[in-house]
C-alpha cells in the first residue's frame, strides 16, 4: 500500500467551478497535512497546511482533514485557469517530524 | 534573493561518470533536504540533513553521497551515473518551529539530469 495515494487525474474543470483533490494516507501517526502546487517544469510551493480535523481556509482555498478517515482533501472555489498545475498532496511522518511523504499528485486542467 | 538556490539547473553526462550537484539556502533552516522527481512526477526523498547531521537516509543506492559542510549547504555527488539516474532533483530545507508540529517545505528549482 502506497504511503500517500492522490487520483493522478487529469482532473478538469470549467473557469470558476469547484475543483476537489483527494488524497489518503496510511500512517495514523502522521500529524501534519500539507498541499503543494507545481507547474509544468517548476518547483512545488506550498499552499495549504492542515494539522487539525476540520476545515482550514485560505482564500479560494480549503484544506478538509479527517484523520479518523486518513483522509486529506483540497477545494479551490472559483478555480482560474492560472490554477492549472500539478497538486502533491503531502504527509508529514516519522521522529521528528522531518520525514515528508508525497502523494503522485493529481493534474488539474481548468477551462477557460 | 533566491531562498533556496541549486547549481547546476541542468545536467547532462554519460553513464558511468561522476557528477555533483550543489545546493545553498539563505532562510537561516536548519534541515536541508534531496528528493527526486522521476518521469512521472512522484517525488521520492533521498536524503535529509539536520545541522549538519544525517537523519534521513531512504532506500538510496551508495553511489549516491551527500555532504553538508554547514547547515546552509547540502550537497549530492554520484558515482558511475546510470540510465535510470535521470530525474529532477530537489533540494529543499524547512525549519521546525517551536510548539508547531508542520514542516513547511521550501525547495529550489531543481536539477534536471539526463544521462546518456
Known amino acids: 500500500q502506497k504511503e500517500v495515494e492522490q487520483n493522478s487525474g487529469p482532473l478538469s474543470v470549467p473557469e470558476g467551478a469547484i475543483a476537489s483533490l483527494n488524497c489518503t494516507y496510511s500512517?495514523?501517526?502522521?500529524?501534519?497535512f500539507f498541499w503543494y502546487r507545481q507547474y509544468s517544469g517548476k518547483s512545488p510551493e506550498l499552499i495549504m497546511f492542515?494539522?487539525?480535523?476540520g476545515d482550514k481556509e485560505d482564500g479560494r482555498f480549503t484544506a478538509q482533514l479527517n484523520k479518523a478517515s486518513q483522509y486529506v482533501s483540497l477545494l479551490i472555489r472559483d478555480s482560474q485557469p492560472s490554477d492549472s498545475a500539478t497538486y502533491l498532496c503531502a504527509v508529514n511522518m516519522g521522529t521528528g517530524g522531518f520525514k515528508t511523504i508525497f502523494g503522485a499528485g493529481t493534474r488539474l486542467f481548468v477551462k477557460a | 534573493d533566491t531562498a533556496v538556490s541549486q547549481t547546476p539547473k541542468y545536467l547532462v553526462t554519460q553513464m558511468g561518470n561522476d557528477k555533483s550537484i550543489k545546493c545553498e539556502q539563505n532562510?537561516?533552516?536548519?534541515?536541508m533536504y534531496w528528493y527526486k522527481q522521476d518521469s512521472k512526477k512522484f517525488l521520492k526523498i533521498m536524503f535529509s540533513?539536520?545541522?549538519?547531521?544525517?537523519?534521513i537516509n531512504e532506500t538510496v543506492p551508495n553511489r549516491f553521497s551527500p555532504k553538508s559542510p554547514d547547515k546552509a549547504h547540502l550537497n549530492l555527488h554520484i558515482n558511475s551515473l546510470e540510465l535510470g539516474d535521470s530525474a529532477v532533483y530537489f533540494c529543499?530545507?524547512?525549519?521546525?518551529?517551536?510548539?508547531?508540529?508542520?514542516?513547511?517545505?521550501?525547495f529550489g528549482s531543481g536539477t534536471q539530469l539526463s544521462v546518456l
Open positions: 529543499a530545507s524547512s525549519q521546525k518551529v517551536l510548539g508547531q508540529k508542520n514542516e513547511k517545505l521550501f
Open positions: 492542515i494539522y487539525s480535523n
Open positions: 540533513y539536520n545541522n549538519k547531521e544525517l537523519i
Open positions: 500512517d495514523r501517526g502522521s500529524q501534519s
Open positions: 532562510l537561516g533552516h536548519d534541515t
